[in-house]
């Protein structure tokens, strides 16, 4: 499957330089999807600041960030976005048990009461879009205001992402 739009090689736009530096600082590296996003530098800029604050600047466990990434990834049949945060999410802790059974539709047993809640709110989020009180309400005992509301950007975002990567053919 060809990429849809070319990418842009990093180092070969002067102009670009100054926020290829800025993703190079954040990421370590300027990856496929940063190659696309640089056809259009305010979409990558905004999408950078965006992306680092979830994924990097939030009270949420980097365990819980990853499974959620994860699952999204799954839900929505983005294999370079769920290749690209294994590595992450093994790293944050996850067990190689937890990271293969979000593969699985039916939610695992190898997670513990909360983590089948986050998994729940990212599966209605991702597939059903509208959030039933019954689903909200079981989710909201285990964190205050603030982590709920990083849960449902880090669902949100990573949607984005991936809807991105697929729409676009980025990745393998």
Request: glycine share 2%.
């Amino acid at each position: 499957m060809s990429k849809r739009i070319a990418p842009i090689t990093p180092g070969t736009k002067a102009e670009l330089a100054a926020l290829e530096a800025k993703i190079l600082q954040e990421r370590g590296n300027i990856s496929p999807l940063y190659q696309i996003l640089l056809n259009a530098p305010e979409i990558a800029q905004g999408w950078e600041a965006l992306l680092t604050a979830i994924r990097n600047r939030n009270s949420l466990s980097p365990a819980i960030r990853e499974m959620i990434i994860l699952r999204v990834a799954v839900l929505n049949r983005a294999n370079y976005e769920f290749d690209a945060h294994a590595p992450h999410a093994s790293k944050a802790g996850m067990s190689q048990e937890k990271i293969e059974s979000l593969k699985d539709s039916k939610i695992s047993d190898v997670f513990d009461e909360k983590e089948c809640l986050i998994l729940k709110l990212t599966d209605v989020m991702t597939q059903d879009i509208q959030v039933p009180d019954t689903v909200f309400d079981q989710v909201r005992p285990y964190f205050n205001d603030q982590e709920i509301l990083e849960l449902v950007a880090t669902i949100s975002a990573y949607n984005m992402v991936s809807r991105l990567l697929n729409a676009l053919h980025i990745g393998h």
